[in-house]
Nanobody, 127 residues
Framework: VQLQASGGGLVQAGDSLRLLCTASGETRSISAMGWFRQAPGKEREFVAY????????SYADSVKGRFTLSKGDGRDTIYLQMDSLKPDDTADYYC?????????????????????WGQGTLVTVSS
């Protein structure tokens, strides 16, 4: 499975951005997809995930109410709508996918719960 993330950019505080992550390859085996972010000098942190079967989602407290994660009709596309952006949201954003055929931590809030990662897309929010 290969992941391609896009949609990052430079915006002002209060603006919105929409990130897209597209998966290719053996996408039928994807059970969940998520977004993580990493700011300069900080560890990678969980943002949100979606369970591809039911479409159920979970969010980090820091983005709850401002970010909305949705999926396409299949198991190969997710969107992260980011509203009311703050300078603290500045980071490289990474999408990830969990392969149901592998055994990992199984915790989708943890980066160890994912098997595949896309390249980062940079989001910069100016004050």
């Amino acid at each position: 499975v290969q992941l391609q993330a896009s949609g990052g950019g430079l915006v002002q505080a209060g603006d919105s951005l929409r990130l897209l992550c597209t998966a290719s390859g053996e996408t039928r085996s994807i059970s969940a997809m998520g977004w993580f972010r990493q700011a300069p000098g900080k560890e990678r942190e969980f943002v949100a995930y979606v369970y591809m079967g039911l479409g159920s989602t979970s969010y980090a407290d820091s983005v709850k109410g401002r970010f909305t994660l949705s999926k396409g009709d299949g198991r190969d596309t997710i969107y992260l709508q980011m509203d009311s952006l703050k300078p603290d949201d500045t980071a490289d954003y990474y999408c990830a996918a969990d392969d149901s055929r592998t055994r990992n931590s199984g915790n989708w809030i943890d980066s160890r719960g994912y098997d595949y990662w896309g390249q980062g897309t940079l989001v910069t929010v100016s004050s």
